[in-house]
């Protein structure tokens, strides 16, 4: 098992709750997107899982944390 230093441990709890939460918004869209949403998702993480840049993690949580945000205004929007 590989050992975090703290700040790594923190910023993996971040992506982890962010990815959390972009699925549970996800649950919100019409059922005939939702699966491809979530794939799309899963994908993103997925790009990016090897990367050990501190600065970059910060930054792609920041731009997570947006996207979701925007998602979440277009369900409320659509009344979802």
């Known amino acids: 098992m590989v050992q975090l ?3 790594s441990f923190i910023l993996r ?10 699925l549970k918004i996800a649950q919100r869209a019409p059922v005939h997107v939702r699966g491809e949403l979530k794939q ?5 993480m997925e790009k ?3 990367c050990n ?5 910060r930054f792609l949580i920041s731009e997570g944390l947006e996207r979701v945000k925007g998602l979440d205004e277009m369900l409320d929007m659509q009344g979802h």
């Open 48 to 50: 990016n899982r090897d």
């Open 13 to 22: 709890a971040r992506v982890l709750k962010l990815y959390r939460q972009a």
């Open 5 to 7: 230093d703290f700040q």
């Open 53 to 57: 840049d501190k600065q970059k993690i």
């Open 40 to 44: 799309t998702i899963r994908e993103e």
